[in-house]
């Protein structure tokens, strides 16, 4: 699904510097309506001009949309350490993927990227346990659904064996209130934000792979290496491609121009003819149903996998 | 001489150009702290005392001693009130203040303003944007009905 006119407006007001982005709000309140605008972009839009603002006469909507937000993510974030401690006290390791790590590491403020889900990647030996404890804090919170909390446990994201090892080597630590999880390191991090596309909601993930992408410490040189062994160069190459198709970034952004002059490996287009399913798998399981079952189908798919 | 300290991580606080935003995920309370309370906020969390923080705000404040020290001893109190921040030990040592990088400017010492939300429950049920008036959230618009859908 293309960008519509009015979000377009609202990416260049909440990602462009100063003067095209003031010229970019301007020109979208003359056209559209802020109804006409996701309102996670409002709040990012707010973020990104809050200091030239002021006297704006919907400068409080836009205070507002990032102020929820905001109060929001702290009861997520809260929420979400309850049940990082409880894993940290039996020491089963955690990788965040997925919304908590994008809106902690890359965005400025914690108002101005939505937490949504959260999704938890431990290791495949570790998962059952890791379910177990998760579902009884879930069964003894009186409101575990509370601001619209939900988790996800997951064993495997990179198909191929061996390959999550790598995922494990390159993460970074982070703590979360007084818990601690891990997070995939810039380069991995870019590489998910790119592949996870939510296709209802390209200007989000525009901003995220954006905001990723742009990290100060992304290690440029590593990437080409990283896609080859990780097998996806020409899944990324596509992204990258859609990406610029909706999105012309200001300034040029050097992590994905070096993405879009990646050469495939033709040894990754006879794996992905294997597959058939690329090369991020989405065997995600859901903590709010059916939980168990969802388990042990995680486990076959992992274990026809690595066969 | 008292200094402070956040309660706890359940006290999450952002500043977000000069207005402090507080956040009790126990108790389910926002707070809103802007006028000079932004800077005081950040002096009293830093771990200084209301008589260093009242020194320090007299050399860049055009007001009184006597009016500075009355503001920042009245929102620590409402801090403590609110259990937002507990008194340190004896001995802790409080974040230095930041060294200006050339010449002081003197600016009014505006009043502080201190608002409440008891009720973010409710408050999280709103809809950002239509149930609010033009203040923007939390306050909520004359006629605005929750739902459980914030819509």
Redesign the interface.
């Known amino acids: 699904m293309p960008i519509d006119p009015p979000n377009l407006l609202a990416l260049k007001a909440a990602l462009f510097p100063k003067e095209e982005a003031l010229e970019a709000w301007s020109r979208l309140k003359e056209v559209f309506t ?2 006409d605008v996701h ?1 996670e972009l ?1 709040a990012l839009i707010f973020s990104n001009l ?2 030239w603002l002021e006297g704006d ?1 919907l ?14 993510n ?2 997520l ?2 929420q979400l ?1 309850q049940r990082l401690r409880l894993l940290n006290q039996e020491d089963i390791d955690v990788l965040l993927i997925g919304d908590a790590p994008v809106a902690s590491r890359y965005f400025e ?3 101005a990227r939505n937490l949504g889900h959260f999704e938890l990647f431990v290791p495949r030996e570790k998962i059952r346990e890791a379910a177990a404890l998760l579902e009884r804090s879930s069964r003894a919170d009186r409101n575990p659904d509370k ?1 619209g909390f939900s988790i996800s446990l997951r064993s495997n994201i990179l198909l191929g064996p061996g390959r999550d090892q790598c995922l494990w080597r390159h993460r970074s630590r982070i703590e979360i ?2 818990a601690t999880a891990c997070i995939l390191d810039p380069v991995d991090q870019l590489f998910y934000a790119l592949l996870a596309i939510n296709r209802n909601a390209v200007a989000l993930w525009i901003i995220d792979v954006l905001m990723v992408a742009s990290f100060p410490e992304l290690e440029l040189n590593t990437l080409d290496q990283r896609a080859h062994r990780y097998a996806v160069t020409a899944r990324l190459k596509d992204k990258v491609n859609f990406f610029y198709s909706q999105f012309q970034p200001h300034p040029t952004v050097p992590a994905l121009e070096r993405i879009s002059g990646l050469k495939v490996d033709a040894s990754e287009l006879l794996e992905q003819c294997v597959f058939g399913l690329g090369a991020f798998s989405s065997a995600t399981l859901r903590f709010a149903t059916t939980r168990l079952r969802q388990l042990k189908k995680d486990k076959a798919v992992s274990q026809a996998i690595s066969d | 001489m008292d200094s402070y300290s956040v309660a706890g991580s359940h006290v999450a606080h952002q500043n977000i150009d000069g207005e402090v935003i507080v956040v009790d995920l126990l108790k389910g309370i926002y707070f809103s702290i802007t006028g000079s309370g932004s800077i005081i906020w950040q002096h009293l969390v830093n771990g200084h005392s209301v008589d260093q923080i009242a020194d320090h705000m007299l050399l860049s404040h055009d007001a009184s001693r006597q009016d500075i020290e009355a503001a920042v001893d009245k929102l620590a109190k409402q801090l403590l009130d609110d259990s937002l921040l507990v008194k340190n030990e004896e001995g802790a040592v409080p974040v230095p203040f930041p060294v200006p990088s050339g010449d002081i400017v003197r600016k009014a010492f505006e009043p502080v303003n201190f608002e409440k939300y008891t009720d973010m429950d409710a408050a999280l049920m709103l809809d950002p944007i239509h149930d609010t008036d033009e203040s923007g959230w939390p306050c909520q618009a004359v006629g605005a009905v929750e739902s459980p859908a914030g819509n």
């Open positions: 802020i109804d309102p409002l809050v200091s006469n400068f409080g909507k836009l205070k507002g949309c990032h102020h929820y937000q905001w109060s929001k702290q009861f974030r809260y350490a403020s914690s108002g601001h209130l007084d």
